[in-house]
C-alpha cells in the first residue's frame, strides 16, 4: 500500500522551486493525499519562474506514477507570493515605492490549457447556493440535449457533495485505460465524477489546491471521446472551482439555476456576476421549483413565489430559458437513478426541460467559443 512517505521519498529525485534542493514538504509540496492508490499533490513555487515549475511537476507526476501500487497520480501547480511583493489579497495593494492608490495588476504564471481534444463545447452548469435543484438540471438538460441529437457528456465537479452517481444509477467504478480514466454511461450520456472514485459516506475533507487537482484530473485525464458537449455540475458558490475553470477551460458559455425567491436571486445575481467578469457568456437563468401542482387537488401553489428568475433574468440583461415546477415525480425519479427525461419522456416535466435544453443548443450553436481568459487582480 502506497502510503505519505514513500511519495516523498520519490519526490528527493525532483529539483524543487528553489532549482538546487528536492522537492519536499518544506521546498514545494503544498498538499499531499492518497486515496484508494490514487495521489493528489499540490505543488507551489513563485508564478515568475512558470516554465521551471512546469518542469517540475510533470517530473513529479512521472515518478509518482512509477511507484508501485499507485493506480494513478496528478499533480497541480499553484502560486506562492514572491518575497518582497506587495499583498493584494483583497484585491488591492501598495508597494513601498507606488503611489497609495497605484492599483496593482499582478500577472500569475499563465494556467495550463484544459482543452479537451473531441470535446466541442464546455458549458457550466451553475448556481449561486445550494438546494436549487442544479444537479437535477444538470442531468435533465443533459439528456435533453442527448434526445436533439447531440452526444453529450457530465463532469460533476462538486467534489464535497457528488450526487451524479445517485442521479443516474451509477455504482460501478471507472476502470483506467492506460493513463486515461474511462467515464462510465447512463442514458446515452457519458459521466464521471469523484463520487465514482470514493464511497458515497466518505467524507472528503481537501484544502483548495486538492479540490483544484481532482477536478483538472478528472477533467484531463479521462476519455470524453468525441462530444458535442461536456456540462460540467458546478458546486454552488463562486469559489475555487469555478474560478479554476474560468481560467482553464474555454467555456462556451454557463447556465445559472435558481429557484425564485428573493434569498436565492441574491446568490443567482452573484453568480452571473462572477461569470461575466471573466468573460464567460451567460446562456441564460432556469427558474426551477418554480410552482407546485398538488397531486390530489391540482390546485397551483407558488410556495418560493414565482417569476423571480425571469424578471431577474430581464433585469441582468441575460436570457430566459424557462421555468421547472417542483414535483414530486421529479424527486423520486431522481432518487431512483432514473431522470424525469427518460422515466416520463412524454410528461409535461420532460418538455419543460427539453425546451430548456433546445434553447441552450440554438445558443450554443450560434455563439462562439472563447479562448480561456486571463484573470487580472485590480
Known amino acids: ?18 532549482g538546487r534542493n528536492p522537492v519536499s514538504r518544506e521546498n514545494g509540496v503544498a498538499g ?17 519562474f512558470a516554465e521551471a515549475m512546469e518542469t517540475m511537476r510533470v517530473q513529479a507526476e512521472a515518478v509518482i506514477k512509477a511507484l508501485p501500487g499507485v493506480v494513478g497520480a496528478v499533480v497541480s501547480l499553484t502560486a506562492e507570493q514572491p518575497p518582497g511583493t506587495p499583498s493584494h489579497e483583497h484585491g488591492h495593494g501598495h508597494s513601498h515605492d507606488a503611489p497609495a492608490k497605484r492599483p496593482l495588476t499582478p500577472k500569475p504564471a499563465p494556467p495550463r490549457s484544459l482543452s479537451i481534444p473531441g470535446v466541442a463545447r464546455i458549458v457550466a452548469v451553475a448556481s449561486g447556493k445550494g438546494g436549487v435543484g442544479k444537479s437535477t438540471t444538470t442531468v435533465n438538460l443533459a ?9 453529450v457528456g457530465i463532469l460533476d465537479a462538486d467534489v464535497f457533495g457528488p450526487s451524479l452517481p445517485r442521479l443516474l444509477g451509477l455504482k460501478d467504478k471507472p476502470k483506467l485505460a492506460g493513463k486515461m480514466l474511462e467515464p462510465l454511461e447512463a442514458f446515452g450520456l457519458k459521466a464521471m465524477s469523484i463520487g465514482l472514485l470514493v464511497g458515497e459516506a466518505e467524507a472528503m475533507i481537501w484544502r483548495g489546491p486538492m479540490v483544484m487537482s481532482a477536478i483538472n484530473q478528472l477533467l484531463r485525464e479521462v476519455d470524453w471521446g468525441q462530444l458535442d458537449c461536456l456540462l460540467v455540475d458546478m458546486p454552488p458558490g463562486t469559489g475555487d472551482a469555478q474560478l479554476t475553470l474560468a481560467q482553464n477551460v474555454p467555456l462556451a458559455g454557463a447556465v445559472i439555476v435558481s429557484t425564485p425567491q428573493d434569498l436565492a436571486l441574491i446568490d443567482a445575481r452573484r453568480g452571473v456576476a462572477m461569470f461575466k467578469q471573466v468573460n464567460i ?4 437563468v432556469v427558474e426551477n421549483m418554480s410552482y407546485f401542482i398538488c397531486p390530489h387537488c391540482h390546485g397551483r401553489s407558488d410556495i418560493f413565489a414565482h417569476g423571480g428568475a425571469r424578471h431577474e433574468a430581464e433585469t441582468l440583461g441575460v436570457p430566459f430559458l424557462g421555468e421547472v415546477p417542483l414535483a414530486l415525480t421529479i424527486r423520486e425519479h431522481s432518487d431512483s437513478g432514473r431522470p424525469i427525461v427518460v422515466a416520463e419522456p412524454n410528461g409535461p416535466h420532460a418538455q419543460a426541460y427539453r425546451e430548456i435544453a433546445a434553447r441552450v443548443k440554438a445558443a450554443l450553436e450560434t455563439g462562439q467559443t472563447r479562448a480561456a481568459p486571463k484573470i487580472v487582480f485590480e
Open 1 to 18: 500500500m502506497i502510503d505519505e512517505q514513500d511519495v516523498l521519498t520519490a519526490l528527493k529525485g525532483v529539483a524543487g522551486p528553489d
Open 281 to 284: 457568456p451567460i446562456l441564460g
Open 143 to 151: 439528456l435533453g440535449l442527448t434526445a436533439l441529437g447531440w452526444k
Open 32 to 48: 499531499l493525499t492518497i486515496r484508494n492508490g490514487k495521489v493528489y499533490l499540490a505543488l507551489t513555487g513563485d508564478p515568475r
